[in-house]
């Protein structure tokens, strides 16, 4: 008995460990079916919300299925926007790209079953890059159109 209740106590601890690692760094993008891997604990810098509004209404009543705000909180002041991300059938992503206009709906940066997830990331500094939020910007900036930062739900 004593053996069968280590065994199953470390099966279990085994489990979660493999959980808690697997989920680690991942930011969960709302209602887009993914999340995405913030580098090097940063994950904790950020807030996912819903797109809204006037943009928000565009976007849907154009054919994307879901959107997401992911906001980047600095050590002082009010969050501030970092990234969009839009998921949306392929033939939706595919017509809003038109030749030397960038693409209303960001960077493509994962295509699967008829679908297309796509970024839209800072265009510029957001913050000074010697700070520590500029450097974490810079940071999550290098990775956020690697289709590897982001795991399907």
């Known amino acids: 008995m004593k053996l069968i209740r280590v065994l199953v106590t ?30 090097g604990g940063l994950e904790s810098k950020l807030a996912v919300e819903p797109m809204s509004g006037p ?14 705000i992911v906001n980047y ?6 969050p501030t ?3 969009v991300v839009y998921y949306m059938p392929e033939d939706v992503y ?11 709906y960001g960077t493509e940066v994962a295509r699967a079953d008829g679908y297309v997830l796509a970024v839209a990331g800072p265009q510029d500094s957001i913050f000074d890059s ?13 990775v956020i159109y690697d289709s590897e930062t982001y795991m399907p739900e």
């Open 81 to 83: 926007i970092f990234m």
């Open 130 to 142: 010697a700070t520590d939020d500029g450097k974490n910007i810079d940071a999550l900036s290098a």
């Open 10 to 39: 470390g099966v279990v601890a085994a489990a979660l460990a493999g959980c808690s690692l697997s989920s680690a760094g991942m930011v969960d993008l709302d209602s887009v079916p993914y999340s995405f891997h913030a580098p």
């Open 94 to 104: 595919d017509g809003a790209i038109f030749p030397d206009e960038p693409s209303m």
């Open 73 to 78: 909180k600095p050590e002082e002041g009010d």
């Open 55 to 68: 943009w928000g209404e565009e976007v849907f009543a154009g054919g994307v299925e879901s959107a997401a």
